[in-house]
């Protein structure tokens, strides 16, 4: 069985996003022996980037599933075009007004006048209403994609967020801590102004334990895909506890760090997101000589805060045997047992930074 996972490019500045599409089984077959999904759309020219990418590389006008991560405007924007423009047989995307009454208040707000909301709550629901009207146009299903939604054929499933967890998440985005915004603020300020370099090498690292994201970063779907024995980790913008609670349910199935073929770096490579304690439970030790597997991270064209990617967090996973390969205005495959495509090559993976910076970053 083959498998293509391509991440395009998104963003042509320092703001970045993710539109992923993969397909697995027999690729050299008919469209009928192989699976096709799309996992974040990126912007809407991204998103019209994919339907391209699909039509020419994979020679069909259908998807199987589209997974909408969470409601960023980078990841959720070119779903649109998708589904307009191809033939969709199911989304799955969280529909937080089901889950919660001042969720569902607000969107009523937003209907009405979309000022009259903060703009992170405005932003979060505003793409998930689009898309959501969208499909119910185009005759799409929904399903939200919850711990324990599994494809039919059992090969792609969702790790995380658990319901619960969620509705926790959706508290914190209608009343976000305001006082952990104002420190997050402050301590971001203070990191640019004291912005210096420091030294890492194979086991030298800098990474720090306390690193936090957003609580809708939080809520991305993260997803696994099983196929011909390989593991492949889709994680979104997910941050370090909802990472740990994905990799709760993987260790009681007795999963072992580096059984993972691919992962993607989660939220284009920012230190905020991974810990060296969950790197190790994900893919193992530091001081790895050897390659275990691959990772992608999707980051834009230019990265002049060095936000994405932090050069601390590329070298956190080469060190543990995952070089880096960078989209960065390119399109990247990772790929077994799959035709041949004009224009692409060999993929170049971060090297090991010996400098690192500790500016604040998202």
């Not at 909408?68 to 990841?75: F, G, I, L, R």
Request: aromatic share 6%.
């Amino acid at each position: 069985m083959g498998y293509e996972i391509d991440f395009l490019p998104v963003g042509d500045e320092s703001s970045g996003g993710d539109a992923i599409a993969l397909r697995y089984g027999n690729l050299y077959g008919p469209r009928n022996e192989q699976t096709v999904i799309v996992i974040d759309g990126g912007y809407l020219k991204a998103g019209e980037a994919l339907v391209e990418h699909i039509r020419k590389h994979y020679n069909t006008g259908i998807v199987d599933l589209v997974v909408s991560t969470h409601p960023d405007q980078d990841h959720i924007s070119g779903l649109r075009v998708v589904l307009e423009e191809l033939t969709v047989k199911k989304l799955l995307m969280h529909l937080p007004w089901s889950h919660s009454s001042d969720m569902a208040r607000a969107k009523m707000i937003l209907s009405l006048n979309s000022r009259a909301l903060r703009t992170e709550l405005r932003d979060s629901l505003q793409g998930a209403t689009d898309l959501e009207e969208v499909a119910k146009a185009q005759g799409v299903p929904i399903e939200e994609p919850f711990l324990g939604w599994t494809s039919d054929d059992g090969a792609f499933r969702v790790l995380g967020p658990t319901e619960d967890y969620y509705r926790e998440l959706l508290a914190e985005i209608v009343e976000p801590d305001s006082d952990a915004a104002a420190r997050a603020s402050w301590e971001t300020l203070v990191h640019k102004l004291l912005a210096e370099t420091s030294h890492e090498d194979l086991d030298t690292e800098t990474l720090g334990e306390n690193g936090e994201t957003s609580a809708k970063n939080n809520t991305s779907a993260i997803c696994l895909l099983e196929v011909a024995g390989r593991k492949f980790l889709f994680t979104g913008d997910a941050g370090i506890p909802a990472l740990g609670q994905a990799l709760d349910v993987l260790e009681a199935e007795g999963f072992q760090p580096g059984e993972l073929g691919f992962v993607q770096v989660p939220h284009h490579g920012s230190r905020r997101n991974v810990s060296p304690s969950i790197l190790n439970r994900l893919l193992g030790p530091k001081g790895q000589a050897a390659v275990i597997g691959t990772a992608f991270a999707s980051v834009p064209l230019k990265n002049p805060e060095h936000k994405h990617p932090a050069k601390k967090t590329t070298n956190a996973f080469l060190r543990r045997g995952y070089p880096v390969h960078l989209t960065q205005g390119m399109s990247k495959c990772h790929f077994h047992d799959a035709p041949d495509r004009e224009g692409y090559g060999t993929s170049t993976p971060e090297p090991l930074h010996t400098q690192v910076e500790d500016s604040g970053d998202a």
